[in-house]
């Protein structure tokens, strides 16, 4: 019963764009998925996530676009949404309350590449705030965990939210680049900022970029 309850919750936070990634794992409709071949990216394995307590990860296919749930997050739906063809994602989940999700994007060059990549951390660093404008029953929270050294780059931030129901959950995201490539990586579970692995997340971000080639 507490997790038939806890998905509901989470499918409710997903719709106001909040920790959207332990409910999409469950919810989002299947997709074929991406074709085989030169012009999909590398992505994370199961294995590659921070390990959780008690829960093994399972990951669902690589699939060509973008989900559902990202084309609607207050947090990444104006840099990530509608990405088309060159765009590609895979779901990861728990059994538990843990989920996440990685999306990459093929831009045409380097330099498109480049300022996509400044428009997801621009559009993170403000999410919190605009969080708060669009659902005032919410309190969110940013912090800044740094930036991570691979490839062009890659940054950690985390989001923390409160609603006024009670319900509260964490969230970290890292976004990375690697030549004409971008990857955001999204994990999220209930819980405050000292629940998050961020150690643990910095090394899979590490992972993720190493892996776009």
Known sequence: MRTRVHTAVLTALSAVCLTVVTASASVSAPAAPAPAGPTAPGFLAAGDLPPHP????????????VPEEVEVD???SMALGGGGNASWYRTFRTELDTGARQVSVVLPNETLAKGRYERIEKDIRSCAA???QKFPDIQAEFKDYG??????????????????WGATD?????VGRDGRTVTVVDWGQLGSFKDAPVKA?????????NKLR
């Open 201 to 209: 997340f910095k090394k899979t971000t590490v992972t993720a970029v």
């Open 147 to 164: 930036a991570v050294r691979v490839e062009e780059g890659a940054h950690v931030f985390g989001l923390h939210t409160v609603a006024s």
């Open 54 to 65: 008690s829960s093994a990860w399972t990951a669902g296919p690589v699939t060509r676009g």
């Open 130 to 132: 605009r969080i708060e």
């Open 74 to 76: 207050t947090c990444l």
């Open 170 to 174: 964490v969230r970290l995201l890292a």
